[in-house]
């Protein structure tokens, strides 16, 4: 393994009782695009995603589709598979929580945390939502329209009552409040930590952990006809994927603690309680950072498959292709935050910031060159303060972008980035090459060189959100080396290297016609 810094980032494992919407794709875009900046920074990144294949839900639904549940999983764990291929998605490692070395291990954390006493026998009589896979308490219903009882997630619930086995969760109130105080960004965005921490302070209860109604599940160890509750199975894929319960295996060593659990704000709970809550009990180290983002609405509506108003991921990639997609959902959006997808906005946003924006600067420059020397990368004169102004925070750019990037605010790092490309524009306004070429070529070669280079920094930054369309930029310039250790003058373009006729990269999106909405 190299010596390189680590990076382990994971993304929520997908109940695969669902296909693939939208939202499973914008938790596993975040985590593909900071594992790419991580690489291109330097790291050696382990970026995990999967399938969460056990528990009532999913037996349910396996059920209702008539067939074995393993053979279900396959099914739409595959679909998932699809989703990553046709997102790009650089994952190292898909995980399926059905697969041997994954039972294995979270039975293995299941004996470490009952021969510390973490757990007992005893029986459960209360609420469970089968849709969040979540126990409830009376307090937290309400009453739908019929009056029937609902979790606050709106989700319907049905009173349980079985043997079970229990985990001290209230034992640990006090080391859950204290690290919250004491890593005060283990959650972001901080309104979710003081979340948490309110409910923690709240006061816990023990947490039911086997389920007896049912078999889909891992078994507890020597407890016949007892299932692990899915929970505890899912939440220990991010071990097992490193290679617990070998703690002294290289993978092990290198990569856990996890740096980031990306989520969505619907299972924080799970992650920022419940997860340190067994770490804790285990001795484990505990993850850096669990950073829970905001939800998508359709059109100002809930996305939902009874309303019929599900984004199909693929659907949308057709119509406007890859990395507009990536960009929008990144870009329109502060992280964090909950946003509306609409089609309109969708369109302006690429619009503007893609085709006319990035894509303009680029397609104007290549073709000057291309145009007006010769059909190669011109020669760089002395430089005068503005080439060096702009030059200067290019170069510098990455460090202000990395600063973002490492609270996950993708949305302020790639502002800074066009922030910079509006200054290029800016520079070609008041530069005015295309008149240079009769009055001062060698002039007009400079600032051709200059914007050149400003145009290679940016496809080098924006290759973790666009890497399909950054590629053919740095082709068209002919840049091989695209790490991060070649901004600013290590990797400098070589003046006299022959260039293609530059195509576009960026094609205008059209809205679609009224009928099609
Ligand atoms: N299986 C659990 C997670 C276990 S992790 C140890 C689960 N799976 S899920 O299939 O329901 O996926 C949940 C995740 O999908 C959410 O946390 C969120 O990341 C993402 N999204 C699902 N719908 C979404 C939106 N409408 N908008 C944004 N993201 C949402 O929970």
Redesign the pocket.
């Known amino acids: 393994m190299s010596n390189r810094p680590a990076f382990y980032i994971t ?8 296909v693939p ?4 794709a ?2 596993t875009l975040a985590c593909d695009v900071l594992a790419r900046f991580k690489r291109l920074d330097g790291y050696d990144v382990q970026f995990l995603t999967g ?2 294949e056990h528990g009532q839900k999913i037996e349910r639904s396996a059920e209702k589709a008539g067939i074995a549940p393993l053979e279900f999983c396959d099914r739409v764990s595959a679909r998932f598979g699809e989703l990553a291929e046709a997102m790009n998605f650089s994952q190292d490692q898909f995980i399926r929580t059905t697969e041997e070395r994954h039972k294995a291990s979270v039975q293995h954390l299941w004996k470490v945390l009952e021969d510390k006493g973490f757990i007992y026998e005893d029986s459960y009589a209360g609420w469970y939502s089968v849709r969040d ?1 979540a126990f409830y308490s009376e307090s937290e219903l309400t009453s739908g329209e019929g009056g029937e009882k609902l979790a606050p997630t709106g989700a319907p619930v049905e009173w349980v009552e079985e043997p079970s086995y229990f985990f001290r969760l209230s034992s640990l109130q006090d080391k859950l409040l204290e690290l919250y105080d004491s890593q005060q960004d283990f959650v972001l965005p901080r309104s979710r930590l003081n979340e948490v921490r309110s409910f923690v302070a709240g006061g816990l209860e023990d947490l039911s952990i086997s389920r007896t109604s049912f078999s889909w599940g891992v078994p507890v160890p020597g407890a016949d006809g007892h299932v692990m509750y ?2 505890i199975d ?2 220990a ?2 071990l097992t994927a490193v290679g617990y319960p070998d703690v002294q295996s290289d993978s092990y060593q290198k990569f856990w603690p996890a740096n980031v659990h ?6 924080l709970r ?2 920022a309680v419940y ?1 340190p809550a067994f770490l804790l009990a285990a001795d484990l180290p505990l993850p850096q950072r669990v950073f ?6 359709n059109e100002g509506q ?2 939902s498959k009874s309303l019929g108003n599900v984004i199909d991921p693929f659907e949308l990639i057709d119509s406007y292709g890859l990395d507009a997609v990536r960009f929008y959902l990144l870009r329109e959006v502060p992280f964090g935050n ?2 509306d997808f609409s089609r309109q906005s969708f369109v302006q946003r690429c619009n503007a910031d893609l085709s006319n924006g990035i894509g303009n600067l680029s397609q104007r420059t290549l073709s000057m060159i291309f145009k007006n020397c010769d059909g190669a990368l011109p020669p760089c004169g002395s430089l005068s303060v503005e080439d060096k102004e702009l030059l200067n925070t290019i170069d510098h750019l990455v460090d202000e972008v990395r600063a973002h990037m490492n609270k996950q605010a993708f949305h302020k790092a790639f502002e800074a980035i066009w922030k910079q490309a509006a200054a290029a524009d800016s520079y070609i306004s008041v530069q005015e090459p295309w008149k240079l070429k009769k009055t001062d070529p060698e002039r007009m070669n400079t600032v051709l060189y200059v914007l050149a280079d400003v145009i290679r920094q940016l496809a080098i930054l924006m290759q973790p959100i666009m890497p399909a369309s950054s590629s053919k930029v740095l082709d068209q310039l002919k840049v091989t080396r695209r790490g991060f250790d070649q901004l600013g003058e290590a990797g400098r373009l070589v003046a006299g290297t022959a260039i293609d006729k530059p195509v576009g990269v960026f094609p205008r999106l059209e809205l679609p016609s009224e009928d099609d909405t």
Not at 11 to 18: E, G, L, W
Not at 21 to 24: M, Q, V
Not at 292 to 297: D, I, N, R, S, V
């Open positions: 993304t929520p494992i997908y109940y695969v009782n669902d919407h939208i939202g499973h914008y938790t399938t969460d896979e899915v929970w899912a939440l894929n991010y990306m989520i969505g704000k619907d299972i799970f992650h997860w829970a983002h905001g939800w998508w609405t809930k996305i909950d946003g």
